[in-house]
């Protein structure tokens, strides 16, 4: 499976010197080492996407490994969670786990200890960080930092065997407190947590940070191409000194690349979380949300997903990339694959008063115009039928060529129709149309003595079957709000109130009242539409929004695939 375009760029340029020159005697190997404390969501993707496909792109290995070492976060819940959605997205790597490497981690402490080069600290959190100075200020030596060596191999088995509480005591490297890098001002390599870990219990109660834990899971597991994301660059000089200092060979190179934002969506841990704790979407699996649970229920397919990281390709600095990109391969995805469907959002009847009464005819119509293997269905059609509100007017406006008062449309697969008038109840409202049909208009009967300026979508009333629909928009009212350095303690006043609509009674096709399992629908005019995990039911199908018709992207030139569905025919290439 091609994740990434195989043209070189910055990162595959590196790995592919590093091989020319024997750097390493092993065999190239890549992995995406995410705590389990959350949901993946697209940037997660992308880093994915990206290991994986270098890997396969140099004939190595990519893998999976869980960074649980920290138990007041971490769940079982969220491994399974993660091995779903990479399974889900099209990778099934070997899993290894952070918190099997325990014992290694503190013999790797045990030895910067013998070597002078990590001590045990008692400073307060609140007076180391007044001890590490500030951008501008050289850091201050801890009082604690010339304890013997014999005193911190002492006190740091003491921190393993839970003579000290939390905050007590923390095992710190010794490198250097003037350093213009504030990582590399004694960082603290293992802190005391009296937690029950989800993997190992009580087994410990001294954790290793990530800084310290991560180059040496790395050189455990053979990683040769350490792929970070670009916020990691400022920490590269610990990783390499952790692995100089344990004296590893061949040690692993740490490399970063470009952070994944999208418009208009949350890529952030944090701020999904406090989106979906403060109740302002329905779970981690929200639709609206960019994680790929919610991706996978709104109806996204991970081969979409994978062709818009192909065409981004690989990045060297945090970039923003429009939705619209993304949206765009899921509606070129979807084209050849969707069953196309008529279903009303907006119900008008229309009784069609020259047709006979208590009559049914069975239509015949295309499946997919764009791919004639998804074959045909036939449709049922009589005296009554619905169609959309919107496709009619009194008093037409200019550029409207759908119902009106003596006017004449087409019925997809169906006849022609003329409005002969229309019906209103006592309060003005408008209740229902009543119309004549011609039958020689019959659709794939070779009628072409006169021409409509329309086709309309309908669904026969005796048999159409009420649905609930979901319709979707941008979650955010403002690009600012997903950025992440902007303030958002008041979440309620940034997300978009029309970001999910929710018609509860649309009628469709007879056939969408038992939807096939993982089908994607095309609802004519309308969009991209698929089966709601969360809330349907036997007797109550419900429908997500997966994409609109319309596209605003192409190429980056703004163009769309199809016109407005307003005062023109849209069924996106569908043959009447």
């Not at 010197?17 to 389990?36: C, H, I, K, N, W």
């Not at 802190?191 to 219990?201: D, F, K, L, M, S």
């Not at 609109?548 to 992207?553: H, P």
């Amino acid at each position: 499976m091609t994740t990434i375009h195989t043209n070189e760029n910055f990162i595959s340029r590196i790995i592919r010197e590093d091989l020319e020159q024997g750097v390493f005697s092993r065999e190239m190997a890549t992995r995406f080492p995410p705590e389990p404390n959350g949901y993946l969501h697209l940037g997660s993707a992308f880093a994915i996407t990206t290991n994986a496909g270098l890997a396969e792109q140099f004939g190595g290995t990519f893998h999976l490994r869980m960074d649980d070492t920290n138990p007041l976060k971490e769940d079982q819940e969220y491994v399974d969670a993660i091995v779903r959605d990479m399974e889900w997205l099209g990778y099934k790597p070997p899993l290894h786990y952070g918190s099997d490497y325990g014992e290694q981690y503190y013999a790797a402490a045990q030895r910067l200890i013998g070597n002078g080069k990590a001590y045990v600290c008692d400073l307060s959190p609140d007076e180391m960080v007044r001890y590490r100075g500030t951008l501008t200020e050289k850091g201050t030596d801890s009082p604690y930092r010339e304890r013997s060596v014999e005193h911190n191999l002492q006190l740091f088995e003491d921190m393993r065997n839970g003579k000290y509480e939390a905050g007590e005591k923390v095992l710190r490297a010794k490198i250097d407190m003037g350093s213009s890098n504030m990582t590399l001002r004694d960082p603290v390599l293992y802190r005391i947590i009296h937690a029950p870990h989800y993997r190992t219990g009580t087994m410990w109660c001294i954790y290793p940070m990530y800084d310290f834990a991560h180059p040496i899971q790395d050189a455990i597991e053979g990683i040769t191409h350490s792929l970070c994301s670009i916020e990691f660059k400022e920490h590269r000089p610990l990783y390499e000194w952790v692995l100089t200092e344990l004296d590893v060979s061949e040690p692993p190179k740490q490399r970063e690349f470009g952070r994944l934002n999208i418009t208009g969506a949350v890529t952030s841990k944090r701020y999904l979380r406090e989106l979906v704790s403060g109740g302002h979407v329905d779970g981690w699996d929200d639709p609206r949300l960019p994680t790929l649970q919610g991706l996978r229920r709104r109806g996204y397919t991970p081969e979409s997903i994978r062709t818009f990281f192909g065409e981004i390709g690989m990045i060297r600095t945090s970039s923003t990339v429009d939705i619209g990109m993304l949206e765009h391969a899921v509606r070129q995805n979807l084209k050849p694959r969707a069953i196309s469907a008529m279903v009303v959002l907006k119900p008008l009847k229309v009784v069609i008063t020259n047709y006979p009464e208590h009559h049914i005819e069975w239509l015949t119509v295309e499946n997919n115009a764009e791919n004639e293997s998804l074959g045909e269905r036939s449709l049922p059609f009589g005296r009554e039928i619905w169609i959309e509100r919107e496709d009619y007017m009194d008093v037409p406006e200019r550029g409207f060529h759908r119902l009106s008062p003596g006017v004449e449309v087409r019925l997809k697969g169906a006849y022609f129709i003329r409005c002969e008038h229309a019906v209103y109840n006592e309060k003005g409202e408008l209740i229902e149309l009543h119309c004549t049909y011609d039958p020689e208009t019959k659709s794939g009967s070779g009628f072409n003595a006169r021409k409509v300026k329309s086709t309309i979508h309908w669904v026969e009333a005796t048999h159409a079957a009420a649905v609930e629909v979901h319709l979707y928009d941008r979650l955010l009212l403002d690009e600012e709000a997903a950025d992440p350095t902007t303030d958002t303690s008041n979440w309620a006043n940034r997300i978009n109130p029309h970001s999910r609509q929710i018609i509860t009674q649309a009628f469709a096709e007879p056939a969408l009242s038992q939807p096939a399992a993982n089908t994607h629908y095309q609802f004519l005019r309308h969009g991209y539409f698929y089966e709601d995990s969360r809330y349907s039911q036997a007797d109550h199908p419900v429908y997500n929004l997966v994409v609109s018709l319309k596209d605003s992207w192409k190429g980056g030139k703004g163009s769309k695939d199809v016109k407005s569905s307003k005062g023109s025919t849209n069924s996106e290439g569908s043959k009447d």
